[in-house]
């Protein structure tokens, strides 16, 4: 296990990078320290944990996922401690659920999307601390087997609630289950009626990081690459739209492409399954700049749905890094740094502050002055976009 402190960490990387990126780290790391959850008598117990801002505190889902993977890479302990507090919380049907608050409240009626087993392998590659895997492999095992029971349909998954009102008509909690709120990806029909694109790429990605996972612990299969494999070709052959030359979510009912281009359309080449075709179309549609140049807007900014409503337009910064990571994967280095450099020189011109989300035709900073998962993915697009 090691704890390094801020200026250990970035000694490594003097003279390596550039005095703006050294910067950016070095608040993004003063950012996860101050929102670190460190007093007495906490739900989870007297462990520090990170939240992600200190006028909400709680664990929250995916985000305790990005900031243990990013935090893992200078402090393996406060990084485990953060995965396996809120993991305590672990339903009793397998569901990761959405948070629990500093003042014990549980939102356990939806989760979030499950990138879970994917950030687990990532932090062990880097503390090869085989207790913590074999601990949150079996975590995950459980959280499959809800996933398949309660987000499955068949063919594919979707995201629902455990208690929808569905009279209401607004599936609130499922549109909280998938991490994007109010997007205008939900517009057209109810989101329960869609097989969203990103949240069955994380599956494909759950199922290949479970295989490799059981094979580091010595587990039986399970059928996880067989899993990952029939995935991926149910999605290659179902949520690409040559019409248009993009991969949308669908509607699983009807059969109708959505038309609603988001980063979540270039999650396939995060995951590495498309053809070089498609990614060749991605990387034309990435390139627009009426579409997502140079910001990464969380809604393309020709659609009639964007505007600086939260989920709407808004570029969020993790969304923001798994498209372009999946660009520059692809060799596509030109489109990915250039959107790098974009978003970064942004959050440098708005330092000490580093927000929830971000305006990026204006340049403007909005939501939560000091976001831990921004500041989790301003690292991660430094040392893995280069």
């Known amino acids: 296990m090691y704890t390094?402190?801020?200026?250990?960490?970035?000694?490594?990387?003097?003279?390596?990078?550039?005095?703006?990126?050294?910067?950016?780290?070095?608040?993004?790391?003063?950012?996860?320290?101050?929102?670190?959850?460190?007093?007495?008598?906490?739900?989870?117990?007297?462990?520090?944990?990170?939240?992600?801002?200190?006028?909400?505190?709680?664990?929250?889902?995916?985000?305790?996922?990005?900031?243990?993977?990013?935090?893992?890479?200078?402090?393996?302990?406060?990084?485990?401690?953060?995965?396996?507090?809120?993991?305590?919380?672990?339903?009793?049907?397998?569901?990761?659920?959405?948070?629990?608050?500093?003042?014990?409240?549980?939102?356990?009626?939806?989760?979030?999307?499950?990138?879970?087993?994917?950030?687990?392998?990532?932090?062990?590659?880097?503390?090869?601390?085989?207790?913590?895997?074999?601990?949150?492999?079996?975590?995950?095992?459980?959280?499959?087997?809800?996933?398949?029971?309660?987000?499955?349909?068949?063919?594919?998954?979707?995201?629902?609630?455990?208690?929808?009102?569905?009279?209401?008509?607004?599936?609130?909690?499922?549109?909280?289950?998938?991490?994007?709120?109010?997007?205008?990806?939900?517009?057209?029909?109810?989101?329960?009626?869609?097989?969203?694109?990103?949240?069955?790429?994380?599956?494909?990605?759950?199922?290949?990081?479970?295989?490799?996972?059981?094979?580091?612990?010595g587990e039986e299969a399970n059928g996880w690459k067989e899993k990952e494999i029939a995935l991926t070709k149910i999605v290659e052959d179902n949520l690409y739209d040559d019409s248009i030359g993009a991969y949308v979510d669908r509607n699983r009912k009807t059969g109708e492409f959505s038309t609603v281009l988001s980063p979540a359309s270039f999650m396939p080449l995060f995951i590495g399954t498309a053809s070089k075709e498609r990614a060749e179309s991605m990387n034309r549609i990435a390139r627009d700049t009426t579409k997502f140049y140079p910001g990464m807007p969380s809604v393309a900014y020709d659609d009639k749905g964007h505007d600086k409503d939260y989920w709407r337009g808004l570029t969020w910064l993790n969304v923001a890094y798994f498209a372009t990571k999946g660009l520059y994967d692809y060799g596509y280095l030109d489109t990915a740094r250039e959107i790098k450099e974009y978003i970064l020189s942004m959050c440098y011109d708005l330092l000490p502050n580093i927000h929830e989300n971000y305006d990026s035709l204006l340049r403007l900073g909005c939501g939560c002055e000091h976001f831990s998962w921004s500041s989790c993915f301003i690292i991660e697009f430094i040392l893995e976009i280069k």
């Open 4 to 217: 390094l402190t801020k200026e250990e960490w970035l000694s490594q990387y003097q003279g390596k990078l550039s005095e703006r990126d050294l910067a950016l780290m070095s608040r993004a790391h003063e950012v996860l320290a101050e929102n670190t959850l460190n007093r007495e008598n906490m739900p989870w117990g007297d462990i520090p944990a990170i939240s992600p801002w200190l006028g909400c505190p709680g664990l929250w889902n995916w985000d305790s996922v990005f900031h243990g993977m990013t935090v893992s890479r200078y402090d393996s302990v406060l990084a485990q401690n953060t995965i396996d507090c809120f993991a305590k919380y672990q339903c009793e049907n397998g569901m990761m659920p959405d948070v629990i608050t500093l003042r014990g409240f549980l939102a356990d009626d939806a989760g979030k999307p499950p990138v879970f087993p994917w950030g687990i392998l990532t932090m062990y590659k880097r503390t090869k601390d085989m207790d913590f895997l074999r601990r949150n492999y079996d975590r995950s095992v459980k959280y499959e087997k809800f996933l398949t029971t309660e987000r499955y349909d068949g063919t594919m998954f979707f995201y629902s609630s455990q208690k929808e009102d569905v009279s209401a008509n607004n599936y609130e909690s499922a549109r909280f289950e998938s991490g994007w709120d109010n997007s205008a990806r939900w517009d057209r029909w109810p989101i329960v009626d869609l097989h969203p694109i990103d949240l069955n790429c994380y599956m494909v990605l759950f199922y290949r990081s479970m295989a490799e996972m059981a094979g580091i612990l």
